[in-house]
Structures are given as C-alpha cells and as structure tokens.
C-alpha cells in the first residue's frame, strides 16, 4: 500500500474530533445506499416485467413472421411463398390478413380487427393453449369466428346463444389500389365458436375468421397481412431468416419472436432507462453530503496538509489521498445499496412484499437480477461520487506548507 492509499484509509476510518463530521459521513453513506439499492431495484422490476410480458407476448407469436417493409397488405404473388415453404427447416406455413372492421352482436357494436387464418395457423401459433370457451373448428364451418375475451365482455358474445350471429362489416373495395366500390361495406353474419385469451391488447381487439372468406368480403382474392411459420425443433433461426430474407428481397422484413413485439420492447426500454435517470438525479443531490463531508475533513486536516506539503508532498498527491476518501465513502455506500437491494429481492421472490392489484395476471411485482445492472449502478455512483469530490479537493492548494527556523 502506497503513501497516500494508507493515509486516504486512515482518515477515512479514524475517529473524528467533530461528532458533525460522523454525522455527515453517515448521512453520506446512508444516502448512497438508499439510491444505489433503489437503483437495483427499479432496473430489477423492469427486467422482471420485461421477462413477463414479453414471455406472454412471445408464446403465441410465430417463430418467424413476414410483412411488407411498407407495413401494408401485399399481394401474395409479389412474394415466393413456395420457395420459403419448400426450405427443409420450415414445418408450416400460414397465411394471414389482418383489417380493421365494426362489429355488430345483437345491439352492442364495436370495433376490432379481424384476423383472416388459413388452416395451417392453429399448427403456427399455439391459440389452442389460450382457449377460454369453445373450440376451434374452423376447418367444419366456413363462417367460424374465435373472439377475444375482451371484445366477446364488451359485445356481450355467448356461444351458447347459437340463434344470434356475429355481423361484420368491411370496407368492399381493390385494398391494395384503395378503390372502393358503390357499396362501400360488406356485411356478413359469423358465428363464434371460440373465445381466447392472449394478452391485453390483443383480447380487446382481435378475433380470427376464414381467409378465403374475408378475401371474399374485401374483394381482394390475393390480399395478404403477413406470412408465419413454425420451424422444425433444433433449427439455427438466424440462418433461417438469412435464408428466407434473401428470397423475399427488399420489401419484405423477417421478424423472429421477439422482433414482433419491437415496439413495446423499445417502450419498456425507454420508461426503465427513464426511471434510471430520475433516481440517479436523486443520488447526485444527496452527493451534495459527500462534498460537505470532505470540505470538513480538509478542514479539519489543514494541519496535517500543511505538513505534509512541508514533507515535499505535492498538492496533487494531496488531492488524490481527499479523493481517494470520497470514493471510499462512495465504495461503502455502493456495497451497502447491493446488500439492501439482494434482501429485497429475497423477500419480494419468497413472501411477496409488494403486491399488484388482484386483476393482474401475477400477484406480486416480478423482479430478475441482471450481473449487468450491478456493473452499470457501481460505474454511475462511483463516477458521481468522483465528481462530487473535486470540488472539496479544490481548498487543499490554498493551504501552504509550514516551514519553521530555530
């Protein structure tokens, strides 16, 4: 251990002559235990939702989706579909068209967007483990339906009331041209036989139909949404959606699971690291008791670094021992937040200290340590501790050295 490491140590541990002075390092420390596990904590929580949610969203996503770079429907044949069938790694394929539409179920309208699905969509995604009513018999009755369970509570939909249809209404008209004819809108009667339950968005808003029928009603016999597939077990994806990239071209887009929920990916991203830089804000003010902390124990050791500056000690090394005191009282507190933030989330995983409303699918906040997170909280408390110590440091170049003559 150096010079200026074994006196850094040494202040920073020996008993001060001002009782003030333990109060403030105490404040200190126990201010940057506080943010640091709070920190932890708010990354943790977000990770732990991210994982839930995206988990939820994921499990009835296709392996692998196609849309249009555009966004918008295409026709299939501007697309080899037989070309990506026929690769060895692709066990189904479906097609599918989505379209915005009003719902009508005796006196209770709405709207909502309706699915169209070839046969092969129930092999595709896994709507089967998400039935709540019914059964999917799509294949038995053209005009088959499978409602979301928010939008079957706001219409009021019962399969048992065979004697009351489903009415849809869409727009009748060239999609793809945005040519619409006389009669602006077809109406047609469907009859639920299944009610699902994905996740939020998708409850309220979905409900899945015949392809063939909804191309029928919009007079667009080649119009398509997007193409899924399910992969054979143990296929390398990324290789795959190389492969099928270069057959689709520049127009097209090949997503994985979770590049098809991007976007609320990039929201949960944006609301964590917002939440990250409000409470690292919160720790540069309560660095403000760092750097009362070292302006008193700078002036508590005048004397000392006078003599020490008398020894042939120059003001910088000086300077690094003050720093070196502040970044030891940032090293305690860092320490200190990571074994409040682990205690939490003991308790959190196995009694539940924070709880969510009883409708929520979980019954407690969900929380996942990430090694990464530790990593990041340690570099921006340390780097704001740092920053906090410069300022006191500045007093030592305006004390001088002592030099007495006999």
Known sequence: MNTTSFLALRYLLKKKSSQAIHLITGISVLGLSVGTAALIIVLSVFNGFENLLSGLFS?????????????KAFNEKSLRIED???????????????????????????????????????????LDSALVEGNLRGSSDPNFTWIGLGLANKL????????????????????????????????????????????????YEYLFADLELLRKLLNAPELL???????????????????????????????????????????????????????????????????????????EKRKDISILKSLGMTTRQIKKIFLLIGLGIGLIGLLSGFVLAMIFYILQMNYALIRVPDEFIIDAYPIALRSGDFLLVSFTVLSIVLLASLLPTAKIREIKAIFRED
């Not at 720790?283 to 008193?296: A, Q």
Request: net charge negative.
């Open 225 to 299: 949404t997007a193409i899924e597939i399910k992969i054979q077990p143990k296929t390398d994806i990324s290789s795959l959606i190389r492969k099928i990239q270069l057959i689709c071209g520049a127009d097209f887009i090949v997503k994985d699971r979770y590049k098809q929920d991007e976007a609320f990916l990039k929201i949960m991203n944006l609301e964590k690291w917002l939440f990250f830089l409000l409470f690292s804000l919160t720790l540069i003010l309560v660095s403000f008791t760092i750097v009362g902390t070292l302006w008193m124990i700078v002036l």
């Open 156 to 203: 009021g939909v019962s399969l048992s009331n065979v004697m009351t249809d489903l009415y849809v209404f869409t727009p009748n008209g060239d999609q793809l041209n945005n040519e619409f004819s006389q009669d602006q809108f077809s109406r047609h009667p469907l009859t639920p036989s299944a009610i699902f339950s994905l996740h939020q968005d998708a409850d």
């Open 84 to 126: 990506i069938s026929s690769l060895p790694d692709i066990k189904y394929l479906s097609k599918t068209l989505d379209q915005t539409c009003m719902l009508q179920y005796d006196k209770a309208q709405d709207f909502g967007i309706i699915k169209g699905v070839d046969s092969n969509f129930i092999h595709v995604s896994l």
């Open 59 to 71: 499990k009835h996503n296709p392996d692998i989706k196609i849309v249009s770079k555009s966004g």
